[in-house]
């Protein structure tokens, strides 16, 4: 590792606090066991809390004999705790209000010499550094599962500059990490509110005073309730032999639209010939659905091209439904496919399990309301995720030139 002038290359041991457990693992075994669990007494930090950087969280505590035989896996402010399965390599600083507890075994604990360097520093490089996240993947190769030890986090080496340098990094990427934070607060926030709008306008509707009994329980006077039978079609994608599809576009190919485009809003298109899905094009406002697998039942829709097998589209029939209205309802009706999905071996929707599905049914000026409520909210949504983005990639290239010496910050 090349490092400027004035830096130093340490390992892990060289920025640890010269004392017996600098570096920890939580207890293992039968030393925490469930049964040890209590209503009241010392807290139990687990992955949880690193996930969502909030140590707040989580019921489970022992009690002062437990937590004494324990004492060592104690978690202190300023702690880095690194999470050792799953998402490897996970990491978050220990606040200076954490409430007293114990690590459990899915934790790792470093103690910095805050005279060599700085804590948070130390956690920027590790959470998000990618040479110090190449240096763990390539030393946990090998291993039964996607786990971290406290052997592989010994052998991590760390750029490091002069410790006025360090902090100074520290505070400009925690800043970064409070904007990109605050972002992500707005969304749920935003996300919440849009369930709860979804809930509201597609039972109640907007500005009714009349309602009446039905089988879905009390509706606008004006709606009826009708069988997505009766007021929707299906048609679902094809296959594609591998070899007919490609990775880059080309003059009479068309985008094969495939689950995690959805799912995951994947830009990662592969291209098959046109003449395969005449009839099987998909426009950037018509309504897809997964069919099978671990995401059936996801609605998406945003794209055009020709679908997967393991897709279908929904086409309402317009002179009863808009595609904006069946959009929210098949998205709002995402736990009723989970329940009629549910004890299978392998998750799908079956056109059939569809067509019994009964909705209410707003006309069609309201229809065209709700969605644009709904959607307003949306559009909120889509902003403030591009914003995030950004913010991230602020941050990536931030790091690049801090954490390379390429753009200094104090000298």
């Known amino acids: 590792m090349q490092v400027p002038e004035g830096w130093e290359t340490l390992t892990t041991e060289q920025i640890l606090q010269n ?31 690193v996930f969502n950087n909030d140590f707040t969280i989580g019921e489970r505590r022992v009690d002062e004999e437990r937590f004494q035989k324990l004492k060592s896996c104690t978690l202190e402010a300023n702690d880095i705790v690194i999470s050792m399965m799953g998402t490897i390599g996970k990491c978050v600083l220990v606040p200076e209000d954490i409430e007293v507890g114990i690590m459990d075994s899915h934790l790792l604990r470093l103690q910095i ?45 760390f750029p490091i500059p002069p ?12 800043t970064c990490d409070e904007c990109i934070e605050n972002t992500e607060k707005q969304i749920a926030k935003l996300k919440d509110l849009k369930k709860a709008t979804m809930q509201e306008l597609l039972t109640k509707g907007i500005g009714h005073t009349e309602f009446k009994d039905s089988p879905l329980g009390r509706i606008p006077k004006s709606w009826e309730v009708v069988k997505l039978e009766g007021v929707t079609t299906y048609s679902q994608g094809i296959q594609v032999d591998l070899s007919l599809q490609i990775n880059e576009p080309k003059e009479g190919y068309l985008k094969f639209l495939r689950i995690e485009n959805y799912t995951q809003l994947s830009q990662d298109f592969r291209f098959v010939p046109q003449d395969l899905g005449r009839n099987k094009f998909i426009n950037n406002d018509d309504v897809v659905v997964v069919r099978y697998g671990a995401t059936a039942g996801y609605v998406g829709r945003g794209f055009e091209g020709i679908l997967a097998n ?39 929707l079956s056109f059939g399990m569809l067509n019994e599905i009964k909705i209410s049914l707003p006309p069609l000026p309201e229809q065209v309301k709700i969605t644009e409520t709904i959607s307003s909210i949306d559009s909120n949504i889509e902003s403030k995720e591009q914003k995030l983005s950004k913010l991230k990639d602020q941050k990536k290239a931030l790091m690049n030139d801090l954490l390379t010496g390429k753009v200094r910050v104090w000298k």
């Open 19 to 49: 004392k017996k457990g600098a570096i920890k693992i939580g207890p293992f075994g039968s030393a925490l066991k469930k049964e040890f669990f209590v209503p009241e007494g010392y807290r139990v930090f687990g992955q949880e809390n």
């Open 113 to 157: 010499n805050h005279v060599v360097c700085d804590a948070t520093y130390i956690m920027q490089l590790i959470a998000n550094y990618e040479l110090i996240q190449q240096q763990i993947k390539r030393l946990s190769v090998g291993g039964i599962m996607a786990g971290l030890s406290s052997t592989v986090i010994k052998q991590l080496t």
């Open 163 to 174: 410790l006025p340098e360090q902090k100074k990094i520290a505070e400009i990427l925690s």
């Open 310 to 348: 393991n897709l279908f589209k929904v086409s309402p029939n317009e002179e009863l439904l808009t595609k904006g209205f069946i959009y929210y309802i098949i998205l709002n009706l995402y736990e009723c496919f989970q329940n009629l999905m549910s004890g299978g071996a392998m998750p799908a």
